[in-house]
């Protein structure tokens, strides 16, 4: 395989994932109004019962979040 067709296969891949973490986040940030129309909520969201991964995820969360903000803004 060249190297040209590795390049390409390589950025088909980051490609792939960036649009697959940014709607991650555009699912994660989704916000719905409940049947009174006083308050918002996000309906999905991740949790854990472990609170050392808890503390991991916000944390990888947030930064995947920087990330794609990032690129997306060049």
């Known amino acids: 395989m060249n190297e040209?067709?590795?390049?390409?296969?390589?950025?088909?891949?980051?490609?792939?994932?960036y649009k697959c973490?940014?709607?991650?986040f555009?699912?994660?940030?989704?916000?719905?109004?409940?049947?009174?129309g006083d308050?918002?909520?996000h309906p999905v969201y991740i949790s854990?019962?472990?609170?050392?991964s808890t503390h991991e995820l916000e944390f990888l969360l947030k930064r995947m979040k920087e990330l794609?903000?990032?690129t997306?803004?060049?």
């Open 48 to 52: 854990s019962c472990r609170i050392m």
């Open 4 to 17: 040209a067709w590795k390049h390409l296969e390589r950025w088909q891949f980051e490609d792939n994932l």
């Open 39 to 41: 308050k918002e909520f």
């Open 72 to 74: 997306s803004s060049r």
């Open 26 to 36: 555009e699912i994660l940030d989704a916000k719905e109004t409940n049947d009174d």
């Open 21 to 24: 973490v940014r709607r991650l």
């Open 68 to 70: 794609v903000n990032e």
